[in-house]
């Protein structure tokens, strides 16, 4: 039997912290993705998004899940769908995302790469027409879960870990303080914005510096492509640190704050990527 990696948003989170990757650097991720949109598709989006900026609803998905019960084509069979897309997604056993969101007895997996899809399929094909409630929801998902996808400690190592979804406790330790946390939550609360003080507009203004050739280069690829390349990271990640093991505040900021920044400017490039192949 094949052995899957899981990742997926633990949804609590969404109500712990200000310093969690669905604020601050969710909007981040909008702003820089508006900053690289061609006029066209800035046009588009902000005719349908009511003149806001993209980083106004970055986080919707997230605050109005349940506000958001809006059927948008899924093809679950069987149970209920508390939300109308996925917040994570399933990889094989070599990393690679599933393309499917059905198991092999057709109960319904969590598959966010796909509803990207999805979402841009339906967007380009029907945007200038379909129901303005439809569309914000289509929209919501893709502005936020392009974000997500690029969030590494959304993974478990596999299905058989006796820690799955990255929530085995470990010591963070800040000088003579030390509080118990998961890895999940070490890295969404402490990992950006818990050490600078900007805001996201500021953080779009100093991680959006890369050189067009650059971006062409983190471009590359699809949505299943980008899925695979946050995998290998959340596998080497949760390979740093076992379960009970002390984490340094310093080491640790100093060995991922960077990687996640990154991923974050990665994930603004390609969501502007998406939504200029979308509406233009």
């Given at each position: ?270 969501l502007a990527k998406l939504l200029n192949e979308i509406l233009n």
């Amino acid at each position: 039997m094949k052995r899957f990696i899981m990742l997926w948003l633990v949804t609590t989170l969404a109500s712990t912290s200000a310093y969690a990757w669905w604020g601050r650097e969710h909007a981040t991720v909008a702003q820089i993705a508006e900053n690289h949109l061609t006029p066209k598709a800035k046009a588009l989006m902000k005719e349908y998004l009511g003149g806001r900026p993209m980083a106004y609803y970055a986080s919707h998905a997230d605050h109005y899940r349940n506000e958001s019960l809006i059927d948008i084509g899924f093809e679950q069979k069987d149970g209920t769908r508390e939300v109308p897309f996925s917040h994570g997604y399933y990889v094989d056993e070599e990393l690679k995302p599933l393309r499917d969101s059905l198991d092999a007895n057709g109960m319904y997996l969590k598959n966010s790469v796909r509803d990207i899809v999805r979402a841009s399929r339906n967007l380009k094909e029907n945007h200038h027409t379909m129901n303005d409630s439809v569309r914000l929801v289509q929209l919501y998902c893709i502005i936020h879960t392009v974000g997500d996808l690029h969030c590494p400690v959304h993974a478990a190592l596999d299905a058989d870990s006796p820690t799955p979804h990255g929530k085995y406790r470990l010591f963070f330790r800040n000088g003579d303080k030390q509080i118990s946390k998961s890895m999940h939550g070490l890295w969404e609360m402490r990992m950006v914005g818990g050490y600078q003080p900007w805001g996201s507009g500021d953080l779009a203004k100093i991680l959006d510096s890369w050189s067009e050739a650059q971006i062409a280069e983190c471009c590359k690829g699809d949505v299943y492509v980008w899925g695979e390349e946050t995998a290998h990271l959340a596998y080497k990640l949760y390979n740093d640190y076992k379960a009970g093991e002390v984490v340094e505040k310093k080491p640790f900021h100093d060995k991922y704050q960077k990687i996640a920044e990154r991923q974050i400017t990665k994930a603004g490039y390609r969501l502007a990527k998406l939504l200029n192949e979308i509406l233009n």
